[in-house]
């Protein structure tokens, strides 16, 4: 597999419906059924709420958003990766980000169906520490915790 020539930058909203589609599609693949958000509420969310609260960065290849990481030191809110590039490290990348900038400790959720999503995170020193349902979907869910040992 070639190399991919990936640019991390740190999200402007110019970025914001190309990372918006990415996103949707990345997630609906994972899970399986349609976002319920207008595409209109999710760019909303991505600029104004989510940016509010986290760094996001983006994984770019030739321009377009390959892939978006959304973290503070305690927790990844938002790991997706383009549906045409997922299997070739770019998830790692983005993840590696989110810990060289934390406090040594990291949680996240996941869908119980994305098992995918559930054997990257193993893969990469996550534990599961706790099942539920906290998601606005109402699926089962997934949450992980790293540590830096």
């Keep these: ?11 402007h909203p110019q970025f914001a419906q190309q990372t918006v589609k990415m996103w949707r599609d990345s997630k609906e693949k994972a899970i399986g059924q349609k976002e319920m ?3 209109d ?10 940016s509010a609260h ?8 030739d321009e377009q958003i390959a892939g978006m990481v959304a973290y503070n030191a305690d927790e990844i809110n938002q790991l997706y990766v383009h ?4 299997r070739r490290g ?14 040594g400790k990291l949680i996240l959720r996941t869908f ?4 995918n999503a559930q ?4 893969q990469h020193g996550f534990s599961i520490i706790k099942r539920g349902r906290e998601n606005e979907e109402k699926l089962p869910d997934i949450t992980y915790e790293w540590t830096n040992k």
């Excluded at 969310?45 to 989510?50: K, P, R």
């Excluded at 770019?90 to 060289?100: D, S």
């Design 119 to 122: 054997r990257f995170y193993e």
């Design 54 to 61: 986290y760094k996001i960065e983006l994984a770019l290849i």
């Design 37 to 39: 958000h207008s595409f």
């Design 83 to 86: 549906v045409d590039y997922q």
């Design 1 to 11: 597999m070639a190399h991919l020539n990936v640019d991390i930058v740190h999200y």
């Design 112 to 115: 119980e169906r994305n098992k």
């Design 41 to 50: 509420r999710h760019v909303y969310f991505l600029n104004y709420i989510l």
């Design 90 to 103: 770019l998830g790692q990348r983005l993840l590696e980000r989110a810990k060289a900038e934390s406090n």
